[in-house]
């Protein structure tokens, strides 16, 4: 099965700052889903690039898929608070299950 | 319009007893999904069911867990024993045919 290895696992920044989270695939993309789980809730889906070289944007994030490096970036532009929880990468599977990766953890400080 | 939504939020029983969890999809959607998270692993898929058939459940551990969708409505996946390692978040996601999967607030179980 293809695996997701994100990067980093966690990360905290101040308010206000931009940063980036990696999803690498084990084989080759050919889609992938970004979400992002709140503490204690569940997924909320952000994005689903289908393309090499397809970039995406919802408010202050923005997700790019490069299928040569079989990786995909998910940038945050001017940090908040309300952006933090943990980020998760996931691709499809054989069938309609998503494989998932184990999820950057993101916290926001004042 | 209403997303996915479980039931109970969070359950903690002993071990060697049953517990049952529920799943009620988006209105619609044909598809409905079990995941899970054992703490410190990713997210790892159960089974898949397309209206009340069982479409994929190779993500089942063992024949403890039963998943059923009666009349391709809501769902249940029950626990019968439960075992320490069976402690975890269980997540439901709906999708319409072909669609993005859409996740509920998951229920937290703990096998004491």
């Known amino acids: 099965s293809q695996e997701l290895e994100q990067s980093p696992q966690s990360l905290i920044v101040q308010e206000g700052k931009n940063l980036t989270i990696n999803c690498t695939s084990s084989?080759?993309?050919?889609?992938l889903y970004w979400y992002k789980q709140k503490y204690g809730e569940g997924l909320i889906f952000l994005m689903m690039?289908?393309?090499?070289?397809e970039e995406k944007s919802h408010e202050k994030i923005t997700a790019k898929l490069d299928e040569k490096k079989q990786q995909s970036s998910l940038h945050i532009t001017a940090s908040q608070p309300s952006h933090a929880g943990i980020y998760l990468c996931?691709?499809?599977?054989?069938?309609?299950?998503?494989?998932f990766g184990k999820g950057t953890s993101l916290l926001v400080t004042p | 319009e209403a997303g996915v939504t479980q039931f109970p939020s969070h359950s903690v029983i002993e071990k060697g007893q049953t517990v049952t969890l529920r799943c009620d999809p988006i209105?619609?959607?044909?598809?409905l999904y079990w995941y899970r998270r054992v703490m410190g692993k990713e997210i790892k898929f159960l089974l898949h069911?397309?209206?009340?058939?069982?479409?994929?459940e190779s993500g089942m551990p063992n024949n403890r867990f039963l998943a059923e969708r009666t009349g391709g409505t809501y769902s249940t996946l029950k626990v019968q024993p439960a075992e320490l390692e069976d402690s975890g978040v269980y997540f439901c996601?709906?999708?319409?045919?072909?669609?993005?999967?859409?996740f509920g607030p998951g229920t937290r179980l703990t096998v004491l």
């Open positions: 996931g691709v499809g599977n054989s069938g309609y299950a998503l494989n």
């Open positions: 084989k080759t993309l050919y889609g």
């Open positions: 069911f397309v209206k009340e058939s069982k479409q994929d």
């Open positions: 209105s619609g959607h044909d598809n």
């Open positions: 996601a709906s999708s319409p045919q072909g669609g993005t999967q859409y």
């Open positions: 690039l289908q393309k090499g070289g």
